[in-house]
């Protein structure tokens, strides 16, 4: 639930400032608005495989066990890339967007999910 929340407030906030920057030009160039629609879209899968992952976490109990040895392994080769590929990707998509000193910035930056041992 508190990742649906965090992506309604992701999304609410770069089409909100999507539109303020829109309206703010006399004529905003596609590429400009385009960009706040791409990050949207970027940080909103990225907020549903997290959110996926963080489930798949919760559903196994954040502990390995015999039976369920394949899904673990699977849940933190997914894990692990998210960790490494996806979130430094949107991060900096976030600060592309805001900037790294802006503090909705460090609001919207997704954190790295924990793998099971």
Do not use: H
């Amino acid at each position: 639930m508190k990742e649906i929340i965090k992506l309604g407030l992701v999304m609410g906030v770069l089409f909100c400032a999507a539109i303020g920057a829109a309206s703010a030009q006399e004529e905003p160039s596609e590429d400009y608005k385009n960009g706040f629609y791409d990050a949207a879209v970027v940080i909103g899968q990225a907020t549903g495989m997290g959110g996926s992952l963080e489930q798949l976490y919760n559903a196994l109990g954040g502990e390995a066990t015999p039976e369920t040895a394949d899904i673990v392994e699977y849940y933190n080769n997914q894990t692990t890339l998210f960790n490494q590929q996806v979130i430094p990707y949107v991060n900096g998509v976030i600060d592309q967007v805001f900037g790294p000193d802006d503090n909705r910035s460090a609001d919207l930056y997704l954190v790295e999910l924990p793998l099971i041992s």
